[in-house]
């Protein structure tokens, strides 16, 4: 752990040169605490500024599902997934409905085949418990990861949405889940999503994780990170969710991945400036040429300490982003997860 740890702060300085003070305003805003350590794996703030915080682990049978309230800086319970005991990805479909997926944790992070479910939910704004609308199966896959929803081919800007798009790590795939249909496919593979032969652990084989969307004429861009190969890329994709243009890369990541030094979710600005997390201690922003900033980690003096960035996303304004934390130190302890405000 020592020496990996090492070789994450060697990339970072040589990156980012001697430390310097934050580029901008961070602050820590909420935090499960070491006595309920628990794992945030994903957010999505909410039009009345709630945030839904997925995570990962617990004991089952349900895994509740957990909103944060910026005002109170408190978090409580808004709903029980049925059959689960990890949350990773969250999307909003419009009209106050948001889809959460879930599975079963087995060996080695992965789910147990048959247990991945997609859960739709209704949440009120300012509601204290939301309605789950539906739960939709989704076999035959051992992970799902980052989600996006595809906005509608026609209609309004903020038409309901019905296909998602749910990265499958472990299958280097792109899954499309439909949710008025009730069904899930195969949307697109490619190589550049696959896992790194080379990396003989988890991250290995965890090929891509985080996805976000860019909306592009009438399709639009996938954007996407790559843990096991180290790369943050694009590709374009229509409506109905199909692969309608080559992967792209667009940045690696300064030294080969392994264990401690990956990068994780991300998000996209309107301008197509991405804020990815990369793991265990570090945020990058990478503009559209792959060029790289820190603007959080061991390099920047001052900053909040990110305790095992996993995912980002822009609030409800694009001035507000926001990261969310497994919540493990440097040393391995497990303190809560966190959530960190940034006005970018
Ligand atoms: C959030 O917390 C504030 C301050 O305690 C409270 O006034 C507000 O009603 C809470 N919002 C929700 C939706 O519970
Ligand atoms: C999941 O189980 C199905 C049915 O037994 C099998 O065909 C499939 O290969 C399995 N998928 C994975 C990813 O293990």
């Known amino acids: 752990m020592n020496s990996l740890l090492a070789l994450g702060l060697l990339a970072s300085s040589s990156l980012a040169g001697p430390p310097r003070p934050p580029r901008f305003t961070a602050t820590e805003i909420f935090s499960f605490t070491p006595s309920n350590p628990i794992f945030i794996e994903n957010l999505l703030v909410l039009p009345d500024n709630r945030i839904l915080v997925p995570h990962f682990g617990g004991p089952g049978p349900d895994s509740?599902?957990?909103?944060?309230?910026?005002?109170?800086?408190?978090?409580?319970?808004?709903?029980?997934?049925?059959?689960?005991?990890?949350?990773?990805?969250?999307?909003?479909?419009?009209?106050?409905?948001?889809?959460?997926?879930t599975g079963v944790v087995g060996a080695n992070f992965e789910f147990i085949n048959g247990s991945a479910a997609a859960h739709v939910l209704s949440i009120l704004p300012g509601a204290s418990t939301a309605t789950i609308l539906d739960t939709i199966p989704v076999p035959n896959t051992i992970n799902l990861n980052g989600l996006v929803a595809v906005p509608a081919a026609s209609g309004p800007p903020n038409a309901e949405r019905h296909i998602l798009l749910s990265a499958d790590s472990r299958g280097g795939r792109v899954l499309k889940i439909n949710t008025v249909t009730r069904t899930s496919s195969l949307a697109f593979t490619d190589p550049l999503l696959g896992g790194n032969p080379n990396i003989p652990t988890s991250i290995g084989i965890t090929g891509v994780n985080g996805l976000n969307w860019r909306d592009r004429g009438k399709d639009g861009w996938l954007y996407f990170t790559n843990s096991a190969q180290g790369t943050y890329g694009r590709l374009k994709v229509n409506r109905q969710g199909d692969k309608v243009g080559n992967v792209e890369i667009i940045s690696n990541i300064a030294t080969p991945p392994g264990q401690e030094n990956f990068f994780d979710d991300l998000a996209i600005t309107k301008r197509g400036e991405a804020y990815v997390t990369w793991q265990t201690d570090k945020l990058i922003k990478v503009d559209r040429n792959g060029g790289q900033t820190i603007i959080l980690g061991p390099s920047v003096v001052g900053g909040v300490v990110l305790r095992y960035p996993v995912a980002a996303k822009l609030g409800n304004s694009e001035r507000e982003l926001y990261v969310a934390t497994g919540g493990i130190d440097s040393t391995g302890n497990p303190l809560g997860g966190q959530i960190v405000k940034i006005i970018i």
């Not at 029980?80 to 009209?95: C, E, F, H, I, R």
């Open 64 to 101: 509740p599902l957990y909103i944060v309230n910026q005002t109170s800086g408190t978090a409580s319970i808004i709903a029980t997934l049925p059959d689960s005991t990890a949350q990773t990805g969250v999307a909003a479909l419009g009209n106050n409905k948001y889809v959460v997926t």
